[in-house]
């Protein structure tokens, strides 16, 4: 008799942050520095692509959401650097017995571009995930908050299949 197929779980993130009244916050999205730019509110790095990562592979694993592991309110995470917390995160899918296998974002932003530092993005979550994640760029044209370039929201969806 066949072997049963291994189960497989989707997840989906989404986040959003305002930029940041201080011109001199860095701007951190999936783990890379962009230089030049302002950074994003928040409590910790508000890595807006990291968070959206995050939440996707725990909603896959059925851990619940980032608040609840990494709560806003803990001083210790205060300026955190969310690539470290995603690590955290993805030693926790793994050991609820889920195994990632990829993930695919949309960021929607007017400002600065993506592609310029997309590989280097891929990099650094794909290291920290220990599987494929792809982030697309997506201009908001104009429209509502994120097209007069008042923040940036990410869109995440992760697959993570049992371990065996
Ligand atoms: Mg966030």
Redesign the pocket.
């Known amino acids: 008799m066949p072997a049963d197929p291994p189960r497989i779980r989707v997840g989906q993130g989404f ?3 305002p930029f940041a009244d201080d011109p001199a916050r860095p701007l951190v999205l999936g783990g890379v520095t962009f230089p030049g730019a302002v950074g994003l509110a ?1 409590h ?1 790095d ?3 692509i990291a ?1 959206a990562v995050t939440d996707a592979l725990l909603g896959a694993a059925g851990l619940g959401d ?1 608040g609840q592991h990494f709560p806003d309110t803990d001083p210790a995470l205060a300026g955190a650097d969310s690539i470290v917390l995603l690590g955290r995160a993805v030693a926790a899918v793994r050991e609820a017995g889920w195994v990632p296998q990829n993930v695919d974002c949309t960021v929607v932003l007017d400002a600065p571009k993506l592609a310029p530092h997309r590989d280097a993005v891929h990099e650094r979550l794909s290291t920290a995930v220990g599987a494929p994640v792809t982030v697309k760029g997506k201009r908001p044209e104009g429209l509502g908050a994120l097209g007069r370039s008042e923040g940036v929201a990410c869109i995440a969806v992760a697959l993570v299949v049992e371990a065996t």
Request: glycine letters at 10%; aromatic letters at 0%; zero cysteines.
């Open positions: 986040d959003v942050h928040g910790s508000a890595d807006v968070h980032i």
